[in-house]
């Protein structure tokens, strides 16, 4: 069993190798790293790769993967539509965490970046359903810069202080996959959720 995924940033590549060396040891998993699909879908929208992406997803089922897990949440969502055309599952990194958070009566939602914001809003009224959720957005000043300069402990960092930042809320929502690491410098007693691990787990069990 290989599962695919789908990355806009070769800095997720040791996190997921990392991640299935811990939890899911023995699993195939062959990385596609894409960044101008971000960079497309920042200036144009997302919808503007769905072509792409189809093709590109198409290749590596072609060549047995086994499922699909597109690890950024700006293109999550085009990704995750390809599924019925490639019959496999694709999923998207962030859909269990925004599942555990739309269970929850307040969310607040930090990014990095602008353009997540609001494809991980919609997932999170998707997965709320009719359940009202009280859901507020913080956009981390000076994080992304940091990022595209290679300064993880900048960025992270960043990402820390917001999340402590925090008071009113019952669960704190890191919107990027690339943010999760921030997880263990918060200071904050509010639950921070982060996507690679579930969505890991999740892809896991689709592929199966």
Same mark, same amino acid.
């Given at each position: ?16 190798? @990392? ?6 040891? %023995? ?19 997302? *919808? ?18 086994? $499922? ?7 293109? %999550?969502?085009?990704?995750?539509? @390809? ?21 929850? *009566?307040?969310?607040?939602?930090? $990014? ?13 009224? *998707? ?32 990402? =820390? #202080? ?12 890191? @919107?990027?996959?690339?943010? =999760?690491? #921030? ?17 890991? #787990? ?7």
């Amino acid at each position: 069993m290989t599962l695919a995924l789908l990355h806009t940033s070769p800095v997720h590549v040791p996190v997921f190798d @990392a991640l299935r060396d811990t939890d899911h040891p %023995g699993l195939s998993l062959r990385h596609l790293v894409y960044e101008d699909l971000l960079t497309r879908a920042r200036e144009s929208g997302p *919808e503007a790769v769905s072509g792409e992406i189809r093709v590109l997803l198409s290749g590596v089922v072609a060549e047995g993967a086994s $499922a699909v897990l597109c690890t950024c949440s700006t293109i %999550g969502g085009v990704a995750e539509s @390809a599924a019925a055309m490639l019959g496999v599952p694709v999923l998207r990194v962030d859909r269990p965490m925004a599942a555990a958070a739309a269970a929850r *009566e307040r969310a607040v939602v930090l $990014a990095a970046l602008a353009d997540t914001l609001e494809p991980t809003l919609a997932l999170l009224a *998707e997965e709320a359903g009719n359940r009202p959720v009280d859901v507020r957005t913080v956009l981390v000043d000076g994080a992304w810069a940091c990022f595209e300069a290679g300064d993880r402990d900048g960025y992270l960092d960043l990402i =820390a #202080a917001a999340a402590d930042a925090v008071t009113d809320a019952d669960v704190i929502v890191l @919107a990027q996959a690339s943010m =999760a690491d #921030a997880v263990t410098r918060t200071a904050t007693s509010i639950p921070v959720l982060s996507s690679p691990r579930p969505g890991l #787990a999740a892809a896991v069990v689709a592929a199966r």
